[in-house]
């Protein structure tokens, strides 16, 4: 069986994380020419400080030119690729930069992005890792200046990039910090094997049938990051053989340690193969613990019963004997034993179980019976295949499908986590046979969650 799952957390928990450390508005103030770029600052604080030389109103020009900017940023947007998740922020703002003492200035608009991008991986050990890193991107890193001095017009650059990094990008820093040590704290392994070790051992499912389940995981692998509606997951997959067994507790299985979890495709939903197997004396005490307590008609007047079903195999067919009795006319009550052979057949279209090939021979003491058995054999074949050898198990099934989604629509496994899935289809594949048991096997096809809330 393939069951593979989303492991997600809600969008909420990394907007907090981020939406503590950055505000909707940021904005910052300064002075002096540390903010023209590269080597123009230099050119210009050179010419500006022999300028100061002849003209003492220059000296002081690092303190006169006076800058500020303000931005205003949106809500967070999620875009999952690959192994790598985005949170990314946009914003729009405005710079004014001025020069008091000549009172000239220019102003120019902002816009960019801001944000947090990580990259999740799961380690062989089921181990979760994720690094984080903030990003800062800027329309234009450098805006023109023109200054006039004296008639010279001396052109320069301002870069807002140095103050932008200190105002936003150092507290993005915080904010992934916080974000990989959330993320790397949940112990995925201990929550994993927890439940895993407890498979050592048959579950009983349910002790009135003394049905049982085993499931042996054999393989485990994750794939890309997925971003839905309010989630943002990793997904899971693993290769589990499932069994279900009626009778007596099957022997435990001999798991060792978790198997590694490797990179790998993993689906969007689970497919399970889910075989039903029981021993022939197993499904007797079954058969026979649910048989109607009433007759039923074969004719006006004429009314029979079976009791003490054994089935077994012969020849890859079902052998089946059954103490049979008739009541004529609540009078006469002969008894008999029935040997019958039947092979079952389950209609996958229709979802109709039935023997095929039915015959049966009758031993008794009775004339009665053996000459209304020669007279009437068909027509007690007829009401046999009707009564117990024809079954529609759509409406059961369907009825299976609705306790199980009630079972698994949402389950806590731990503080603040989830299981939540959803069956789409449960239908029978198979019914089989061999020397010492009966199967059938079930395919429940669905999608799964395991939900990390804060």
């Not at 030389?53 to 999620?78: C, G, L, M, Q, T």
């Not at 008639?151 to 916080?178: P, R, Y």
């Amino acid at each position: 069986s393939k069951i593979d799952i989303n492991i997600s957390m809600k969008k909420s928990i990394v907007e907090n994380l981020i939406n503590k450390q950055l505000p909707y508005t940021i904005e910052d103030s300064g002075s002096g020419t540390q903010i023209f770029n590269g080597n123009k600052n230099n050119a210009l604080s050179v010419g500006l400080d022999l300028l100061g030389v002849v003209d003492k109103k220059f000296s002081r020009f690092s303190e006169s030119f006076i800058w500020a900017y303000k931005i205003n940023r949106s809500p967070i947007v999620f875009d999952a690729q690959g192994q790598e998740v985005r949170a990314t922020t946009s914003f729009t703002g405005l710079f004014k930069a001025n020069w008091n003492n000549q009172k000239q200035g220019t102003e120019i608009n902002l816009d960019g992005s801001a944000g947090i991008k990580s990259r999740i991986s799961i380690t062989p050990n089921w181990g979760i890792e994720c690094y984080s890193s903030p990003f800062l991107n800027i329309s234009d890193n450098n805006l023109p200046l023109t200054l006039d001095i004296y008639g010279l017009k001396l052109k320069t650059d301002i870069n807002i990039n140095d103050s932008l990094q200190k105002s936003v990008v150092s507290k993005l820093t915080v904010a992934t910090k916080e974000l990989d040590s959330k993320i790397s704290s949940f112990n995925l392994r201990a929550l994993v094997e927890k439940y895993w070790l407890e498979l050592k051992e048959p579950i009983l499912v349910n002790p009135d049938y003394d049905l049982w389940l085993t499931a042996d995981l054999n393989s485990a692998r994750y794939s890309d990051l997925v971003s839905n509606n309010d989630q943002l997951g990793i997904k899971v997959g693993t290769d589990v053989k499932l069994q279900l067994y009626f009778g007596e507790k099957p022997a435990a299985l001999n798991l060792i340690s978790l198997p590694p979890v490797n990179f790998g495709f993993v689906d969007d939903n689970f497919n399970i193969l889910l075989p039903v197997s029981s021993s022939y004396s197993s499904l007797n005490e079954v058969i026979n613990k649910n048989l109607p307590k009433e007759n039923f008609k074969v004719f006006s007047g004429v009314y029979s019963h079976i009791n003490n079903i054994a089935l077994s195999n012969s020849n890859n067919e079902l052998y089946i004997t059954s103490d049979f009795s008739v009541s004529i006319l609540n009078f006469l009550k002969p008894t008999g034993i029935i040997k019958a052979t039947i092979k079952p057949n389950f209609d996958t279209n229709t979802g109709v179980l039935s023997g095929e090939n039915f015959d049966y021979n009758l031993e008794t003491n009775s004339f009665i019976l053996t000459i209304a058995n020669k007279l009437f054999k068909n027509k007690i074949k007829e009401t046999i295949v009707k009564n117990y050898l024809s079954f529609n198990a759509s409406e059961n099934i369907n009825l299976a499908k609705e306790f199980l989604q009630k079972k698994v629509e949402n389950v806590q496994v731990d503080k603040n986590i989830y299981l939540k899935s959803n069956i789409t289809s449960l239908k029978v594949n198979t019914v089989s046979l061999d020397e010492n048991n009966i199967s059938v096997i079930f395919n429940i096809i669905g999608n799964s969650s395991l939900e990390i809330s804060e």
